[in-house]
């Protein structure tokens, strides 16, 4: 059985939703809007909130057009493009 491991130092694409929420004028139904973030960069870090039982997982990603670091979730993470283990 092969398995990929995410490392620090793997390129990766991640995208998910930004919710915009906004109310509306017509009636007490919330309406929501929301754009898709797009982000490929180099994994810098990765943090669980427990060791060996993680509830909790973060990966910070540097994204190749420069700017702050990204804090993601795991699973919206779309594509390891290159770096990983096995």
Do not use: C
Not at 19 to 45: C, D, E, I
Request: aromatic residues 6%; without cysteine; hydrophobic residues 40%.
């Amino acid at each position: 059985m092969n398995s990929t491991y995410l490392q620090k130092g793997a390129r990766v694409r991640a995208q998910w939703f930004e919710a915009n929420p906004m109310a509306s004028l017509a009636g007490a139904q919330m309406k929501v809007s929301a754009r898709q973030v797009t982000v490929t960069g180099k994994v810098t870090h990765i943090r669980g909130n427990d060791p060996l039982d993680p509830t909790s997982i973060r990966i910070w990603v540097q994204p190749d057009e420069g700017g702050e670091e990204v804090v993601i979730r795991p699973e919206w993470i779309r594509e390891v493009l290159d770096g990983a283990g096995s």
